[in-house]
């Protein structure tokens, strides 16, 4: 269901065009026009021919009288007995505030319709002076159409009964994903990386994904025209297409923010579990999906891969330097940042390399940058402890007693590096801290010479250390 502003947002296009070119035909989509925005008439902000627009994305188009609901429910059952390979778009044009004179077919409708237009309102509409009434017409539908869905439900459960008896394993499998269960150790079947790997985290992911793929068949994987960059492509998934959509690998094109939006459709739905991936500095088109998963606790797996000013030539434009933060200060998702193939297999915070003697100084740090911190500390010398930070959110999590033991309050003098905004490491670095960090946008240039010339390496570490 949408409406006049609902159809301006760029959203709009990216999800309509994926859903016409891979032939949706159980998407119908109902168009509420009343040529009626928030704030003012349609006409001032759009003049487009929107059903025409649909058209053009291949979808099959009805026009009716929104008021009519017998047209309404005509044009409903039309489009769901038609499987032409089209997605439908009902044009239901409507009189936004019909029956209240004061503001029928304006923007006020919006907000002004309250209760001093009802006794207007109901006269408008021809209903009795009652203060809550439901028509003999409406109870007689709805009882009729309970006796309808009651008897949909008992065919529907003696036929899924039926074919579970055949079918135990997947039917297992079927609740298990329904209930959002994984009765599987995924870390068991993910190889073991050897410690000295020398392997890029996106590469060690696309690694880790086949096994886990293999575990979870339902799983789906699927990247905004980056497979080839974010390799989070599933080998032997096949692409989801017109002609196989059994493939478990969907491209996406470049509809960032649509691919975001149709992973939380497909998480509201419950069955199978969705993942999408791009470049990080692109979750700035995705945020308001992001934030709705994150608000709507949806069990979406995002995969950012390029995440910091060591992207290099593709310039400023192409490297992260506030994002990371920016979605790590989002409520109810875990964002982690893994700095080798040991930790893109699961982590939290924990000591990656224990102090000799007296502990004097923390260095913390995530992702590519930690190689800084190791080298900084051996540097300096005994005394100090790196601790590797991949997920903040999973280490708050963790017991006091835990945190104590990472991140003994007794040592004062902390130290954390990231190619990234400086404000959030403070939490653990403290007021007598320092952070090695950015404070401004990147340069292109190779990656190596952006993080020395920004300041990104073991020296800087060093010289925050020596300051405190």
């Given amino acids: 269901l949408a409406g006049d502003g609902c159809l301006q947002e760029g959203v709009s296009a990216e999800a309509s065009a994926f859903a016409a070119h891979f032939g949706l035909d159980n998407l119908i989509l109902i168009y509420d026009s009343n040529a009626v925005t928030l704030d003012a008439p349609a006409k ?46 009902i044009v239901a044009h409507t009189l936004i505030g019909k029956g209240i004179p004061e503001v029928e077919g304006t923007f006020k409708a919006h907000g002004e319709a309250g ?58 499998l079927l ?8 009765d599987v150790d995924l870390l068991s079947k993910i190889p073991e990386f050897p410690k000295d790997a020398k392997l890029a985290t996106r590469k060690a992911g696309s690694e880790a994904l086949q096994p886990v793929a293999q575990a979870m068949p339902l799983l789906i994987s699927g990247s905004a025209d980056l497979h080839g960059s974010t390799l989070n492509y599933i080998k032997d998934g096949g692409d989801f297409t017109r002609e196989t959509p059994k493939g478990r690998n969907i491209h996406f094109g470049i509809r960032e923010h649509g691919m ?11 069955i199978f579990r969705a993942s999408g991936a791009t470049f990080l500095v692109f979750t700035d088109y995705c945020r308001a999906s992001i934030r709705l998963a994150a608000l709507s606790k949806l069990p979406n797996i995002y ?33 982690i940042r893994p700095a080798d193939p040991e930790e893109t297999a699961g982590a939290f915070g924990y000591i990656a390399k224990k102090e000799k003697g007296k502990l004097e100084l923390i ?48 040592c004062r003098k902390r130290v954390a590096i990231e190619a990234g905004i400086t404000e959030i490491w403070y939490q653990y670095v403290g007021l007598d801290g320092k952070v090695v960090g950015l404070h401004q946008f990147g340069l292109s240039a190779p990656g190596a010479e952006v993080m020395k010339e920004r300041g990104i390496d073991a020296k800087h570490v060093v010289e925050a250390a020596r300051s405190l």
């Avoid at 017998?70 to 499987?83: C, R, Y």
């Avoid at 609740?175 to 994984?182: G, L, P, Q, T, Y």
């Avoid at 060591?310 to 979605?327: I, L």
């Avoid at 930690?370 to 500390?377: G, N, P, W």
């Fill in 303 to 335: 995969i950012f891969t390029h995440d910091s000013i060591g992207v290099g030539e593709d310039g400023p434009t192409h490297e992260p330097v506030e994002t990371v933060s920016s979605v790590r200060i989002m409520p109810q998702i875990d964002v």
């Fill in 44 to 89: 001032m902000t759009q003049s487009e021919d929107t059903a025409a627009r649909f058209k053009a994305y291949g979808f099959d188009i009805q026009e009716i009288n929104g008021h009519d609901m017998q047209a309404f429910l005509d044009a409903l059952d039309s489009a769901k007995e038609n499987d032409n390979g089209k997605p439908k778009f």
């Fill in 175 to 182: 609740e298990a994903a329904i209930d959002r269960k994984v």
């Fill in 115 to 172: 209760a001093k237009f009802v006794d207007a309102a109901r006269k408008g509409l021809g209903l009795p002076d009652e203060h809550y009434f439901v028509s003999k017409e409406t109870y007689d539908y709805f009882a009729g159409h309970k006796k309808k869905l009651l008897a949909d439900y008992e065919r529907w459960e003696k036929t899924y009964n039926d074919w579970r008896k055949k079918n135990g394993e997947q039917a297992t």
């Fill in 260 to 270: 975001c939006a149709i992973l939380n459709g497909i998480s509201y739905h419950g």
């Fill in 363 to 410: 260095i913390m740090s995530c992702g590519s940058e930690l190689q800084h911190a190791f080298a900084a500390a051996k540097e300096l010398g005994d005394g100090v402890r790196v601790v590797s930070m991949p997920c903040f959110e999973r280490f708050n999590r963790e017991s006091e007693k835990y945190r104590e033991e990472v991140l003994p309050k007794s």
